[in-house]
């Protein structure tokens, strides 16, 4: 056995992540803070209760974080890094046609898959990947010359990946190989102090920021950290009362009386950041730049696919609502969530719009009837207990909404031209690597547990709605 497993490398990476944010972007730490007040104030407020969707140590440790590369190569090189620490590449996340604005990238979330190594550490970085051969952003010639610029450069280096291929295939490094493999691996996401060409990141920026970001600088780096606070609402104020400049609303589903359910997000506005620019005349000057921000998270109860269809369902008709009324759109989704939504775990449940796993009640009074076969009935009885299955990925149109919050530009994007195809197989032949279902990592672990229920009750299986078979 390794000296230093995966699990405990993956933990360390993200504490020297951690700090290395909060050096560089000093109001990380007061986001860190306030989360960390409003979490032990809903603990003492709520106890076990507030527990309900992970332990308040790892909620407290969480942290979620997101990069920006400019090629497949790049990539991959993402993927063997991320290997070393048990993180695998979960969800495709397009935000290309995202509203308000268009992000000319493709995503994943590198991220722990197994139950036990998310208990451990649930470390997550979401990946974005440029799409510089989409027409509708990058014309030939600006598709060239990007290539020949990341082309030049190296984002890790050859001990950084040989570290990580060692540590993907030994399950863990020694000691010595691990403080050596953070060293470089935390180093490689530092903000980078080489000049940026002016010009050439203005040409950039004129497509997109995001695009600026990835393409017009020497090196790639984190572009925000994410704490997981337990009230967003609280958060929120109590940073505006801190005068922190925060976006203007927190993304994803709206405050409401039922479960939590997805993820909702929200941050403080990017930071002018002192940069050092080289000029036209080749002569090195001082600037700024906006691209980096504190994002925080708070997460509910992951969705099952007819949940998903009915929350996409709920947003087109908040959509449509909002845009047809002058009320406030926080007024106009409380208010489909309340219609639409049920106000209850047990009942969502039960109709299996939201994975949950089940436990059997091995104390449960004898009233003289046998175990039925369907959940929705074993759970009115009383037979089984429920435990939320907590989301551990994204939402493109949240994640789209805090990229919007904080570009600095409208940028360009011309529809009339060709969008170039990319999915979930394609980005999964960029990594070389299996590019894992979030969806079908919910239902393995629900099903799971039902088949431990069926075996417990002496039952042939346990049938979710319309008959079908955990």
């Keep these: 056995m390794p000296a230093i497993p995966a699990s405990e490398l993956r933990a360390r990476f993200a504490r020297g992540l951690s700090d290395l944010y909060g050096r560089e972007v000093p109001a990380y730490q007061t986001l860190v803070e306030v989360a960390q007040e409003v979490n032990t104030e809903v603990l003492a407020e709520q106890g076990g209760a507030a527990e309900r969707l992970g332990d308040i140590d790892r909620v407290t440790a969480e942290r979620h974080g997101a990069i920006r590369v400019g090629t497949p190569e790049e ?44 208990a451990r550490n649930p470390f997550r970085v979401f990946t974005s990947l440029l799409t510089i051969e989409d027409r509708r952003f990058f014309d030939a010639d600006l598709e060239r010359r990007l290539r020949a610029f990341l082309g030049e450069r190296r984002l890790f280096g050859d001990e950084l990946l040989a570290l990580a291929d060692r540590s993907v295939a030994d399950g863990g490094l020694s000691a010595a190989d691990a403080e050596r493999f953070l060293e470089l691996a935390i180093s490689s996401f530092a903000l980078s102090t080489a000049p940026v060409d002016r010009a050439w990141y203005a040409e950039l920026e004129a497509v997109s920021s995001v695009a600026a970001d990835i393409g017009g600088v020497a090196a790639t780096h984190i572009n925000h950290l994410t704490p997981r606070v337990l009230d967003i609402d609280r958060l929120y104020r109590r940073m505006r009362d801190r005068g922190v400049e925060m976006i203007d609303q927190i993304q994803g589903p709206p405050r409401w009386d039922g479960p939590d359910v997805l993820l909702r997000q929200t941050s403080f506005r990017a930071l002018a950041e002192r940069r050092r620019f080289r000029e036209a005349d080749g002569s090195v000057g001082e600037g700024s730049l906006r691209v980096r921000f504190g994002e925080v998270e708070a997460r509910g109860v992951a969705l099952t696919p007819a949940g998903r269809d009915l929350y996409d369902a ?45 436990t059997p009640v091995r104390d449960r009074p004898s009233d003289g009837t046998a175990p039925p076969r369907e959940l929705a009935a074993l759970l009115e009885g009383g037979w089984v207990t429920a435990e939320p299955i907590v989301y551990e990925d994204f939402l493109p149109r949240s994640a789209a909404g805090i990229f919007s919050s904080n570009l600095t530009g409208e940028g360009r994007v011309d529809a009339e031209r060709d969008a170039v195809t990319r999915d979930a197989s394609w980005l999964a032949g960029v990594l070389d690597r299996t590019l894992h279902d979030p969806a079908e990592l919910y239902a393995g672990e629900r099903d799971a547990s039902l088949r431990a229920v069926a075996d417990a009750f002496g039952l042939p299986e346990v049938r979710l709605p319309a008959g079908r078979a955990a």
Excluded: H, I, K
């Design 314 to 358: 709920m947003v087109a008709e908040v959509d449509r609502e909002s845009a047809a009324r002058e009320v406030s759109r926080q007024r106009v989704a409380e208010a489909v969530w309340s219609r639409r939504l049920p106000g209850t775990e047990t009942e969502l449940a039960a109709r299996d719009l939201a994975f949950f796993t089940f």
């Design 75 to 118: 990539m991959r090189q993402v993927a063997r890094v991320f290997g070393a620490v048990g993180m695998y590449p979960t969800g495709f996340y397009d935000l290309r046609d995202a509203r308000p604005r268009p992000v000319p990238v493709v995503s994943t979330a590198f991220r722990p898959v197994d139950r036990g190594e998310l």
